[in-house]
């Protein structure tokens, strides 16, 4: 149990465009999820804290109008990379916590944008 | 604030030789400690973690950690490294519940045959 997919797994998409990344737990409920982002040969870095049915807690230095993030229900969540340029060009992971007591984040595999 | 600090972000050992990657970490709550594994363009595999109780942990694949509070270290180790073992290493801090990980900067395995 506790798997956490994401969709797509890869996309390119042209500058000045809009991209939406979707997070989902397939087998249990998530009332938090978060928002990932890595540069190659670097570490994870939190973008934002997503809580069902309330607007996403974003990290200091995010742009939250660029970056759209939308959790709808306990099973998913999104991320919309507004107005994409180059240098959003990155790996993003979404992880999920399952229940309300567990402290493990559960990773999903990654979303790989390029923007050209 | 919390932080985690890795050692070293390149590690080659042989097949067969112990790996050791090392993790130091700052809390000012008692922490809980995660070490992950990453191969290329995929997400994060939990390796093991350290919540409370016994402070010698073990995971999968052969590895464990021992959480040091005096040291505040949580180093990872595998008695004989196996050619799969070749990734990156990720050890990660959060403070409970619904707070988020903070991230060490990474190590990456070689293991040479």
């Known amino acids: 149990g506790a798997v956490v997919s994401q969709h797509p797994s890869w996309v390119i998409c042209k500058s000045g465009t809009s991209v939406k990344i979707e997070c989902r737990s397939l087998?249990?409920?998530?009332?938090?999820m978060f928002w990932y982002r890595q540069f190659p040969k670097q570490s994870l870095m939190l973008m934002a804290t997503?809580?069902?049915?309330?607007?996403?807690?974003?990290e200091q230095g995010v742009e939250k109008d660029k970056f759209l993030i939308n959790h709808a229900s306990l099973t998913l969540s999104t991320l919309t990379v507004t107005s994409a340029h180059p240098e959003d060009s990155s790996f993003y992971i979404c992880?999920?916590?399952?229940?309300?007591?567990?402290?493990?984040?559960?990773f999903g595999p990654g979303t790989r944008l390029t923007v050209t | 604030a919390q932080s985690v600090t890795q050692l070293g972000s390149h590690v080659s050992v042989s097949e067969g030789a112990l790996v050791l990657l090392r993790c130091n970490y700052s809390?000012?709550?008692?922490?809980?400690l995660f070490w992950y594994v990453q191969y290329p363009n995929q997400g994060l595999q939990l390796l093991l973690k350290?919540?409370?109780?016994?402070?010698l942990v073990k995971g999968i694949n052969g590895f464990e950690a021992e959480f040091k509070k005096s040291e505040t270290s949580f180093h990872l180790t595998k008695p004989s490294a196996h050619m799969s073992d070749a990734a990156e290493y990720f050890c990660?801090?959060?403070?409970?519940?619904?707070?988020?990980?903070?991230f060490g900067a990474g190590t990456i395995l070689r293991v040479k045959s």
């Open positions: 990660a801090v959060t403070r409970g519940y619904g707070n988020k990980l903070v």
């Open positions: 809390s000012s709550v008692p922490p809980y």
């Open positions: 997503s809580n069902e049915g309330s607007k996403a807690t974003y």
């Open positions: 087998d249990f409920q998530a009332t938090t």
């Open positions: 350290y919540t409370t109780g016994a402070t």
């Open positions: 992880s999920a916590i399952r229940g309300t007591t567990e402290i493990e984040q559960y």
